[in-house]
């Protein structure tokens, strides 16, 4: 039986975020990545998330209950990585 018609599954992805669950998911994002097209890292997140969390929070349950991710927080830079030593 495909695991969508599991209640518990239905059930959890239904439910609101709690401000632990954000907290788990910014605290174990991966470190020292490139920073998204605003500037920040996971590390700003990280550190001031007792400032921040309650705002981030909101940016992440506005999403889930208007069924859409705004536009200026989907964005994103591409950046060519030659792979020549010496590129034309």
Known sequence: MPWFFF???NESMGRMV???ELKMV???MPKDKSPGPDGW???LFS???DMMGWDLLY???ESII???VNGALNSTFVALIPKQ???L
């Open 7 to 9: 209640d518990e599954d």
């Open 18 to 20: 709690t401000l632990q």
């Open 26 to 28: 910014v605290v174990e």
């Open 41 to 43: 890292t996971q590390e």
């Open 47 to 49: 550190h001031f998330f």
């Open 59 to 61: 940016v992440v349950e």
């Open 66 to 68: 208007l069924g859409f």
């Open 85 to 87: 030593s010496k590129p």
